[in-house]
């Protein structure tokens, strides 16, 4: 189908982060009731080296404003909005198939995106024949709220990453832990580099290692602290060291550090193929968002 009279369509630029970022930050605000994503986010995802931003992106736009965009990371995961009063003209439907040909065109099978449970989206992959993936939640420490500490097994003790000597022991314990999910894509260093260590202003504080009685890093946790609120990223612990606490440590650790650097709230998110939410909750965290992951075959 053709866009709507007046609109076209073309590529992202990295000149057009900004506008990408705002477009977003809108429609988050619309559909979710507050903004989550920042700048650095859309730099980040724009320095991986496996993503085209060329072959693997579209922006909509009326004039010179960037009404809608679509993304498409590894032919797998899409990201797709809207700009609220933009919608309702079939631009959603467009992109949609924009992405669906991005996938096909790029070698995949399979692809989907997550989105508000209950949202414009969610209604039009209903209406496009896309089927249920997994369930996501968004969980938060609310502002104030007691931070039980959580202690280590005897000999175990938490340490910031030391640059030029962590990163690679960082990255693999994270896809050690992260690709025991299914429907889950490796991701490759520099890939994960350019969304951590590599992100507009990373300091080595932001990751945190729990490291055993050898000194042998054994579990991680990576946060984000933005506008009051401290996000956890990524928290990983290596199989066999599971059992004993360790993530729980690391959790309660970095809503800490979120605190000592101005975080008034923290918050993380995990979905139902890691079989974490409970863990989640024992620590005292409440869950305030919930998401849904939709998929078709290309």
Known sequence: MDLPDGLT???????DARAMYELFATSE???????AIEPE??????????????????????GPTLVAAAEVYKTRRA??????????????????????????????TLVGQTVPLGSSAERLFTTLGYREGWTSWVLVVPEGAAIEPQPLPH???LRDLVPGADEQVAHLLVEDAFNEWPDRQPSAFDDWAARTVRRPGFEPWQIRFAVDPDGT??????MIVTEGCGYVDQLAVRADQRGKGLARALLVDAFERAREH???RSELSTDSRTGAL??????GMEVSKTYQHWMTDV
């Open 29 to 35: 605000q619309a559909d979710a009731g507050e903004v």
């Open 262 to 264: 101005g975080a008034t």
């Open 155 to 157: 000999g175990y003790l």
């Open 217 to 222: 890093p054994v579990g991680v946790a990576f």
């Open 79 to 108: 990201e797709a909005t809207v700009h609220p009063d933009h919608r309702g003209r079939g631009i959603g439907t467009w992109l949609a198939a924009w992405v669906e040909d991005c996938s096909r065109r790029r070698g995949g």
């Open 41 to 62: 986010d859309i730099e980040g995802d724009w320095q991986r080296p496996s993503f085209d931003l060329e072959q693997e992106s579209v922006g909509v736009f009326d």
């Open 278 to 283: 409970p863990l989640y909750q024992h620590v």
């Open 9 to 15: 369509a073309r590529p992202l630029r990295m000149s």
